[in-house]
């Protein structure tokens, strides 16, 4: 529970500096995110949306509060309490989103099934006089060309070569 006192004495929360307000005007109550104004039988009385209040009073956050010639932006008086609740999200969704980086992580880097190439025979064919040996790489068929009386192997993926 929080309690705001306002009025005209400097031992207030808020001190208003209006003669027709008195030295201990009135209190803002907020009790599990309830408001309520309770008037402290001031002289010139508390007016909420233009209507003036006797005792104690629910209060809502739309209302406009007015003692003396003073118009109160008593919202503002609770921004702390909202302002936490709002950090308070902002750092639960933050840790949610590390959490789920971390799985993410964790989960492409860690948890890899390892691929062993398994050994294949492979079968070296001639034609027209050129030896080369087919392999299928990443789906796409190459062509290992041999040429024996050179130091050079030539790839071929069907019509053009690399050396």
């Known amino acids: 529970m929080k309690i705001i006192t306002i009025g005209r004495d400097i031992d207030n929360d808020v ?80 840790a949610v989103a590390v959490v789920a980086l971390l799985v993410l992580s964790y989960v492409l880097i860690f948890n890899k099934e390892e691929k062993t190439p398994k050994a294949q025979t492979v079968k070296i064919v001639e034609k027209n006089g050129v030896r080369y040996l087919p392999v299928k790489i990443n789906g796409q068929e190459l062509d290992f060309v041999f040429d024996t009386g050179a130091s050079s192997i030539c790839i071929s993926t069907g019509s053009s070569f690399a050396v």
């Open 15 to 94: 001190v208003i500096n209006d003669s027709k307000v008195s030295r201990h005007h009135l209190q803002i109550v907020c009790e599990s995110a309830a408001f309520r104004i309770v008037d402290l039988d001031s002289s010139n009385g508390t007016f909420v949306n233009d209507r003036q209040i006797h005792g104690e009073s629910p209060l809502m956050t739309d209302d406009s509060v007015r003692i003396g010639n003073t118009i109160l932006p008593w919202q503002t008086y609770f921004k702390d309490k909202r302002l936490k609740a709002k950090d308070i999200r902002f750092w639960i969704w933050g």
